[in-house]
Structure formats: structure tokens, C-alpha cells
């Protein structure tokens, strides 16, 4: 059973439904003495603040990226090919990376080799070295010039990186069927907060993924290390995300963007605005499990704020379109997303992509294969969710419309929040979804564990059609 909290202006009133019936939060890096990715420019352009070809580290005669100061102490990364958005994710010039402690130009010396994706450097299959710092970037904004497609992309790039390029001689498949690499690459180093804007362009990822992940796999952040300056304490994490007028094609289930490090919750606890109520007020929550507990908020706040107590990470979808497998998945626990403005998921069989005539086929569990591992029979179907995540917001105003060929169109382990305005249209279809298919038909929303919430406020509208 799932309980609803619609809280109107006139009170809060709650009913039980049924889910058949019925149809997630934050910025920070403290201690200003860490070290950043400074680049120790000599000259700065003072029209348009952009980084000169000779300070610019990545700086390449196929111009894949240009760095302009953004006013903060940071930098903007304009993109114009997928290098260079790989440049602007790994940040691999940043001396916060291990591999550059000794010589700041060692990345370029490992790239040129097409090392610089192994476990030793960028860390790109595994989680980061235990006990040491993790990395941060100073890039906190990626502008795309361009239409990203990383199908289209040099030997030596994807030898670093360690992607999916090649495509099949028939025409038809995921994307993963020469390279066979798997689809996640992990993305160790921290960005804190970091928009991706689109410029309404599209992404062709094929089957690749971003992977943030701290020291912990699908949990919290709980790593003691020893700081740039000497000193020793918890690893920061709080790696908030917000990517903007992009639209996304993808066949891997892990999505565009998958979380698996941190506490949803902390997120949460930071950006929710009630008062916090004090031992012996009514309703006094003293849970200490439960960072959303006033217990919590009184005691622990600032620690959430600088990403420790756990951490968190968290994705902000804003007039994003994706078509794919599944839109996002995180780790238990660890993430939640919130959509704003006009998005969409669509978690399709098949797809064609902008200015391509290949068909790409979503991953999925009920995929077949035939005896040469061929994943391009075409039959079978997609399973996915649009999203598998801990939390969801969907914020004011917003208009989210999400479908699926076979499959619940949220998987939620924690809670939904639709704010004012808000409207949601779901359509789960199928009968054979990946997870949680009890009663033989997709849900709207499926919340299989823990206490789940719906809480609705003001006009907040969710609708669930269903085989629609």
C-alpha cells in the first residue's frame, strides 16, 4: 500500500490507495584551502574571460574545447566534440588527480600512450582508490556547441575513454557488439555542482554511461583521507548535477547519468524548508536513521551541506527529452532526480537517432541473443523503467510525460514529491517489466520497499494511463 499526503492550502489529508489504482536536493565543497584545478593562466582575454589556446590545457588544433573564466574562481567548458566532453567530465589536467601529484602533464603523456582510462588513472571501471582524496574539478558548467554523437569518434580517444563507437555492418544493435566494453564508466572526480546546458542539441550516447561514484559503490560515502593540506578526515561527496535543454539517445539500462555513491535523504534534509521542531513540540521526529528527522536537522545539517555524514548525489532534469533504455538508474539509497520545466522519458524497443539511419536497440532483460551473441535479433523487448532511483521531485510547473514498451515507469525505493502546478502523465505498458511485475501488468509508479510516500501539494496533477 502506498499512503498520499495531498497538502493543501486548506490542511493535509491522507488516503490509502492501492498501486494499481494510483497512479529528489544540493552545493558546497568546503574548506577553501583544498587544492583546485587551477591552470595558472598568464593572460586572460578581459572582453569574454576565455582561456587562451596557450593556457588552455586541452587546448587541440580540432578545437574540442575552449575554458572561460566564469567569475567564481571556476570555468566554463564550450564543447564541441565528444573529446572534449569527455575532457570537461574527467577534467584529466586537473593536479587533483593522483597521476598528475608529481608532473601536471603526465595526463597528456598517458593519453598519448591510450592509458589514461585504466584503473591506475582515471579509474573508468572501478571506484577510486581507497583512503585517498578524491579528486575535484574547478569546470562547473559544459556548454554544447554542437551535436554529440559518440559513434563518430577517433581511435585514440576511445582507446582512453574506453567507449562503444563501433557500429554493426547490418545496421542494427545496441552498439556494443564490436567493442564489447560494458557500459558504465565511472566518473571519480567531483564536480560539486555541475550544469550541463545543451543548447538544445542533441547527445547520441549508444551504449555508454556516465558513472559518478565516490570511494563506495551503491552506499555512502564513508572513507577517512588524508586532505591536500595534510590534515585527515571524511571524504566530502555531494555531487549535484543539472543537465538542460539536451535531447538524449542511449541503449544502456544504467541511462544517461547513473549515481552510486551517497544518502539520498541528505539532499533532501538540506533543501526541505519546514521549521525544525524541538524535543516535546508535537510531532517531534527524533529518529537518528533518518536524515530528514528534525533530530537530524539539528544536529547534523552542516554536515550534509559539506557532502559528508555520507554524502550525496543528485540529478536535475530541466526540458530534457530522452529516448532510450532507461533513462536513469542509481544505487540504493544513494540518489534522487528532480524534473523541471518540460521533460520527457520514452523507454523504447528500438530507436533512430538524428541524422542516422541505424536502428538501435535498448537493453534489456528480455532481449534475445542468438547463437553468435548476435543482440540484433530483431524481436524481443524492452524491460526498462524510465527511472530507478531512491527519490524523485517533480517541481513546480513542470510537465513530465513518460512511457514505456514494457516496463513500470518509476521504480522508486523512497518517495515522490509533486509540487504545484506539477503535471504527470505516465504510460507503463507491458506485462513482463524487469522488476516488480506482480499482479501481470507495468506500473505507473512501483514503490517495493520501506514506507514509501506520495505527498501532492497545491494543483499537482499525476495521471497513470494505463495500456494506453
Same mark, same amino acid.
Given at each position: 500500500?502506498?499512503? /498520499?499526503?495531498?497538502?493543501?492550502?486548506?490542511? #493535509?489529508?491522507?488516503?490509502?490507495?492501492?498501486?494499481?489504482?494510483?497512479?529528489?536536493?544540493?552545493?558546497?565543497? =568546503?574548506?577553501?584551502?583544498?587544492?583546485?584545478?587551477?591552470?595558472?593562466?598568464?593572460?586572460?582575454?578581459?572582453?569574454?574571460?576565455?582561456?587562451?589556446?596557450?593556457?588552455?590545457?586541452?587546448?587541440?588544433? @580540432? !578545437?574540442?574545447? @575552449?575554458?572561460?573564466?566564469?567569475?567564481?574562481?571556476?570555468?566554463?567548458?564550450?564543447?564541441?566534440?565528444?573529446?572534449?566532453?569527455?575532457?570537461?567530465?574527467?577534467?584529466?589536467?586537473?593536479?587533483?588527480?593522483?597521476?598528475?601529484?608529481?608532473?601536471?602533464?603526465?595526463?597528456?603523456?598517458?593519453?598519448?600512450?591510450?592509458?589514461?582510462?585504466?584503473?591506475?588513472?582515471?579509474?573508468?571501471?572501478?571506484?577510486?582508490?581507497?583512503?585517498?582524496?578524491?579528486?575535484?574539478?574547478?569546470?562547473?558548467?559544459? *556548454?554544447?556547441?554542437?551535436?554529440?554523437?559518440?559513434?563518430?569518434?577517433?581511435?585514440?580517444?576511445?582507446?582512453?575513454?574506453?567507449?562503444?563507437?563501433?557500429?554493426? #555492418?547490418?545496421?542494427?544493435?545496441?552498439?556494443?557488439?564490436?567493442?564489447?566494453?560494458?557500459?558504465?564508466?565511472?566518473?571519480?572526480?567531483?564536480?560539486?555542482?555541475?550544469? /550541463?546546458?545543451?543548447?538544445?542539441?542533441?547527445?547520441?550516447?549508444?551504449?555508454?554511461?556516465?558513472?559518478?561514484?565516490?570511494?563506495?559503490?551503491?552506499?555512502?560515502?564513508?572513507?577517512? *583521507?588524508?586532505?591536500?593540506?595534510?590534515?585527515?578526515?571524511? %571524504?566530502?561527496?555531494?555531487?549535484?548535477?543539472? /543537465?538542460?535543454?539536451?535531447? /538524449?539517445?542511449?541503449?544502456?539500462?544504467?541511462?544517461?547519468?547513473?549515481?552510486?555513491?551517497?544518502?539520498?535523504?541528505?539532499?533532501?534534509?538540506?533543501?526541505?524548508?519546514?521549521?525544525?521542531?524541538?524535543?516535546?513540540?508535537?510531532?517531534?521526529?527524533? @529518529?537518528?536513521?533518518?536524515?530528514?528527522?528534525?533530530?537530524?536537522? =539539528?544536529?547534523?545539517?552542516?554536515?550534509?551541506?559539506?557532502?559528508?555524514?555520507?554524502?550525496?548525489?543528485?540529478?536535475?532534469?530541466?526540458?530534457?527529452?530522452?529516448?532510450?533504455? %532507461?533513462?536513469?538508474?542509481?544505487?540504493?539509497?544513494?540518489?534522487?532526480?528532480?524534473?523541471?520545466?518540460?521533460?520527457?522519458?520514452?523507454?523504447?524497443?528500438?530507436?533512430?537517432?538524428?541524422?542516422? @539511419?541505424?536502428?538501435?536497440?535498448?537493453?534489456?532483460?528480455?532481449?534475445?541473443?542468438?547463437?553468435?551473441?548476435?543482440?540484433?535479433?530483431? !524481436?524481443?523487448?524492452?524491460?526498462?523503467?524510465?527511472?530507478?532511483?531512491?527519490?524523485?521531485?517533480?517541481?513546480?510547473?513542470?510537465?513530465?510525460?513518460?512511457?514505456?514498451?514494457?516496463?513500470?515507469?518509476?521504480?522508486?525505493?523512497?518517495?515522490? *514529491?509533486?509540487?504545484?502546478?506539477?503535471?504527470?502523465?505516465?504510460?507503463?505498458?507491458?506485462?513482463?517489466?524487469?522488476? !516488480?511485475?506482480?499482479?501481470?501488468?507495468?506500473?505507473?509508479?512501483?514503490?517495493?520497499?520501506?514506507?514509501?510516500?506520495?505527498?501532492?501539494?497545491?494543483?499537482?496533477?499525476?495521471?497513470?494511463?494505463?495500456?494506453?
Amino acid at each position: 500500500m502506498v499512503t /498520499i499526503t495531498n497538502n493543501a492550502q486548506a490542511g #493535509a489529508q491522507s488516503q490509502t490507495i492501492t498501486p494499481l489504482t494510483t497512479t529528489s536536493v544540493p552545493n558546497l565543497q =568546503a574548506n577553501a584551502a583544498k587544492k583546485m584545478n587551477n591552470f595558472s593562466m598568464t593572460t586572460m582575454p578581459a572582453a569574454n574571460r576565455i582561456v587562451r589556446a596557450t593556457d588552455n590545457p586541452y587546448d587541440s588544433p @580540432d !578545437h574540442d574545447l @575552449d575554458l572561460v573564466e566564469d567569475g567564481n574562481g571556476g570555468y566554463e567548458a564550450d564543447v564541441y566534440t565528444a573529446k572534449g566532453l569527455f575532457e570537461a567530465v574527467w577534467d584529466p589536467a586537473s593536479p587533483t588527480w593522483d597521476f598528475n601529484r608529481n608532473n601536471p602533464d603526465n595526463w597528456k603523456a598517458l593519453f598519448s600512450k591510450g592509458i589514461l582510462g585504466e584503473d591506475a588513472n582515471l579509474h573508468l571501471g572501478g571506484s577510486y582508490k581507497a583512503n585517498i582524496y578524491l579528486p575535484i574539478s574547478n569546470i562547473h558548467k559544459i *556548454v554544447l556547441m554542437n551535436n554529440i554523437d559518440l559513434s563518430k569518434i577517433d581511435d585514440l580517444t576511445v582507446k582512453n575513454y574506453r567507449m562503444n563507437y563501433q557500429l554493426p #555492418a547490418n545496421n542494427i544493435g545496441r552498439g556494443n557488439e564490436i567493442n564489447s566494453k560494458t557500459s558504465y564508466k565511472y566518473v571519480a572526480i567531483r564536480h560539486d555542482n555541475l550544469l /550541463i546546458d545543451g543548447k538544445n542539441h542533441y547527445i547520441v550516447m549508444g551504449f555508454n554511461n556516465f558513472a559518478l561514484i565516490g570511494h563506495i559503490w551503491s552506499g555512502q560515502e564513508n572513507q577517512t *583521507v588524508t586532505y591536500p593540506d595534510g590534515t585527515s578526515g571524511l %571524504q566530502p561527496y555531494k555531487e549535484d548535477w543539472t /543537465i538542460e535543454d539536451l535531447d /538524449i539517445y542511449g541503449t544502456t539500462y544504467w541511462g544517461f547519468i547513473s549515481c552510486n555513491t551517497g544518502i539520498a535523504k541528505n539532499r533532501v534534509a538540506i533543501k526541505m524548508k519546514e521549521p525544525i521542531k524541538q524535543p516535546g513540540d508535537v510531532g517531534y521526529n527524533s @529518529d537518528k536513521n533518518d536524515p530528514t528527522s528534525d533530530y537530524n536537522r =539539528a544536529n547534523n545539517l552542516d554536515d550534509y551541506k559539506k557532502g559528508l555524514a555520507g554524502g550525496y548525489s543528485w540529478i536535475t532534469y530541466d526540458n530534457v527529452h530522452y529516448v532510450g533504455s %532507461q533513462f536513469s538508474w542509481t544505487g540504493g539509497g544513494t540518489s534522487g532526480v528532480t524534473i523541471l520545466g518540460d521533460t520527457s522519458g520514452k523507454s523504447v524497443r528500438s530507436f533512430r537517432a538524428p541524422d542516422s @539511419d541505424f536502428i538501435w536497440l535498448s537493453e534489456s532483460n528480455n532481449l534475445p541473443i542468438d547463437s553468435n551473441n548476435n543482440a540484433a535479433v530483431p !524481436h524481443g523487448g524492452n524491460d526498462q523503467q524510465n527511472f530507478e532511483v531512491d527519490q524523485v521531485e517533480f517541481g513546480k510547473d513542470c510537465n513530465y510525460t513518460g512511457t514505456t514498451y514494457n516496463g513500470n515507469t518509476l521504480e522508486l525505493t523512497g518517495s515522490a *514529491v509533486f509540487r504545484d502546478g506539477a503535471k504527470v502523465d505516465l504510460y507503463p505498458h507491458g506485462t513482463d517489466t524487469a522488476e !516488480h511485475h506482480d499482479g501481470g501488468m507495468a506500473y505507473g509508479i512501483s514503490m517495493p520497499s520501506g514506507t514509501p510516500t506520495i505527498n501532492m501539494y497545491g494543483s499537482a496533477q499525476l495521471n497513470i494511463h494505463c495500456n494506453d
